[in-house]
Structure formats: C-alpha cells, structure tokens
Nanobody, 126 residues
C-alpha cells in the first residue's frame, strides 16, 4: 500500500521560511516523477515543484528562486524548502507520486499523478 504523509506546515509571517517533508512508503519512488502541489481556497490545484529519478528538478515560475525540492533516497523522504514566503503562498500543500516522465511538459500537471498525501497547511501572513 502506497502512503505519503506530509508534515512541516504552519503559520509564518511574510519573508519567513518553512520546510515541508513527505514520508513515502510502499512505493519505489525512484521510478517516476514526484512533486509538490498546492491548492488555495477557491482555486485549482497547481504544481509547485517536481523531482525526477536522476535528481533533476523543476519549479513553477511563481516559486523559482524561493522554493527548493529535494529528496533523501535512503530515508524515502521528499522535501520542499520554502524561503521568502509571501501571503499568496498560503495554501494546502500536497506531495504526489507516480507522475509522468519528469522531462515531459506535463510534470507540473496534478491530474497526471496517481498517489497523494493528505496535505499540510501553510499560512503566510503579511
């Protein structure tokens, strides 16, 4: 059984930092793209960052230079380091697995991912 469990969310002021973690079990997460996504109230879920088997990464334009995705292969943990947070980053953040080829144009499309965590809330105040 595949399980993804996020942690690390919370409330911070603008300009602050948070690090999200996603513990993965029951899945050979090296096989396909993994990623972080977010969904704000009343908005569609959107891709934030992805990481491939070879460690290659990508990020949405809105978070480039501020957010960094990484992975600890030995511990099966996915991370999202978020710096210089802005109020518009407020959302529920989800990790996802079993996505498309990470080199494909669809890597940030949430519909293409099969497994999801329950989410962790990030709130940024101005």
């Amino acid at each position: 059984q595949v399980q993804l469990v996020e942690s690390g969310g919370g409330s911070v002021q603008a300009g602050g930092s948070l690090r999200l973690s996603c513990s993965v079990s029951g899945y050979n997460y090296r096989s396909y793209c993994m990623g972080w996504f977010r969904q704000a109230p009343g908005k569609e879920r959107e891709g934030v960052a992805t990481i491939g088997r070879d460690g290659s990464t990508s990020a949405a334009d809105s978070v480039k230079g501020r957010f960094t995705i990484s992975q600890n292969n030995a511990k099966n943990i996915l991370y999202l380091q978020m710096n210089s947070l802005k109020p518009e980053d407020t959302a529920m953040y989800y990790c996802a697995a079993d996505g498309p080829d990470c080199s494909s144009g669809g890597r940030l499309m949430w519909l293409l991912y099969r497994y999801w965590g329950q989410g962790t809330q990030v709130t940024v105040s101005s």
